[in-house]
């Protein structure tokens, strides 16, 4: 993570930034609670909301997608996969303009922000 002794210059430059990095860290999480995606399948016939917490909180079913069990259960899983896919892409977004706010190098690799 931090290699050789020049790493423990950009440590210790970290450890300098520990309140900033906090209060950060705190504005993420926010950022994180309010991120929403839906995902879609079958041409719209089922649509899933996901949170930023990786919950699923809708499921939308069209009737037409009630006459197939087994379709039904391929296009929930389908669109589940897809809303969670966009929630993790925002919040990947979101990391890494938290990053770049405080001034942490690109490719960093700390805990919780990978």
């Keep these: 993570m ?3 002794i020049g ?3 950009q440590m210790a430059g970290l450890l300098g ?4 990095l906090q209060e950060a860290a705190e504005k993420l999480r926010q950022r994180v609670d309010a991120i929403t995606a839906e995902g879609n ?5 089922v649509t899933v909301k996901a949170t930023g917490r990786m919950m699923v909180v809708s499921c939308r079913i069209a009737a037409e997608a009630m006459a197939d069990r087994e379709m039904l259960e391929d296009l929930i899983a389908a669109a589940t996969t897809q809303a969670l896919e966009k929630v993790k892409e925002q919040i990947a ?3 890494r303009a938290m990053a770049a706010e ?3 190098p ?3 690799n700390l805990p919780g922000l990978s």
């Design 93 to 95: 977004a979101e990391t």
């Design 7 to 9: 790493g423990l210059g």
């Design 106 to 108: 690109p490719g960093i």
């Design 41 to 45: 399948a079958g041409g719209g016939m």
């Design 102 to 104: 405080v001034g942490l």
């Design 2 to 4: 931090f290699g050789g």
């Design 17 to 20: 930034k520990l309140p900033k």
